[in-house]
């Protein structure tokens, strides 16, 4: 069945860590995307890609990376300079091109990142 | 960003009862999903309606662009649809825009 893997499900970071999330889907999809949230609160975006070797910043990109070297994969990076990294993530993918944007979001599962 | 407003914040249903929530946002949008999020955080389609009327089952959206809100309709309530309700919009760029959502307590 098509779909959007994360893992892992649950990840534990200690201060000073980067930790990297994976993101693989198999939709055949060229737009790529990460969310993060917080509790109680919607979602919010850290990055996007709408093609393969290119991405852009989202909302709250500050102390996360990202790399797009596949159209499947879609890791993100949680650097030590966020701040307060403790949230849910979620990535989501959908069809690409000129109406790109006219396209419905699919998201995976998720991964909860906590601070030891 | 686009301004995403969704009321009300809560709703506490009886089993069998019918609802409606809706999804105000601040500019013309070409994308509109509703989503279902469950309580261990799976975040389930159910409509991409960026304009117009659809129907899932007991569940059904209209959304009315051109006055900038979306609604969506819940009839003969079951346990199972509790959870958290989010509206999201997105304009000419691919960026989704999520409200703070609606949480569902439906009761036996």
């Known amino acids: 069945d098509g779909g959007i893997t994360q893992s892992p499900k649950y990840l534990f970071r200690k201060e000073g860590q980067n930790v990297t999330l994976s993101c693989e889907q198999n939709?055949?999809?060229?737009?790529m995307y990460w969310y993060r949230q917080d509790p109680g609160q919607g979602l919010r975006l850290i990055y996007y890609?709408?093609?393969?070797?290119?991405?852009q910043k989202g909302d709250i990109a500050e102390g996360y990376s990202v790399s797009r070297e596949k159209k499947e994969s879609f890791p993100l990076t949680v650097t030590s300079a966020q701040k307060n990294p403790t949230a849910f993530y979620l990535c989501?993918?959908?069809?690409?091109?000129?109406?790109?944007?006219?396209?419905?979001?699919?998201f995976g599962d998720g991964t909860r990142l906590s601070i030891l | 960003g686009i301004q995403v407003e969704q009321s009300p914040p809560d709703l506490i249903l009886q089993e069998g009862a019918n609802s409606t929530l809706r999804c105000n946002f601040s500019d013309s949008v070409n994308n509109l999903q509703w989503f279902h999020q469950n309580p261990w955080g799976q975040l389930i389609n159910l409509f991409y309606?960026?304009?117009g009327t659809k129907q899932n089952g007991r569940l059904s959206a209209t959304t009315v662009a051109t006055e900038r809100y979306s609604l969506l309709y819940i009839s003969s309530s079951q346990t199972t649809d509790s959870g958290v309700y989010f509206c999201a919009v997105g304009s000419n760029d691919y960026k989704l825009s999520f409200g703070a959502g609606t949480t569902v307590t439906v009761r036996a």
């Open positions: 890609s709408q093609i393969v070797n290119d991405f």
């Open positions: 939709l055949n999809h060229d737009a």
């Open positions: 989501a993918s959908s069809g690409g091109g000129k109406t790109g944007s006219r396209k419905p979001q699919h």
């Open positions: 309606i960026p304009s």
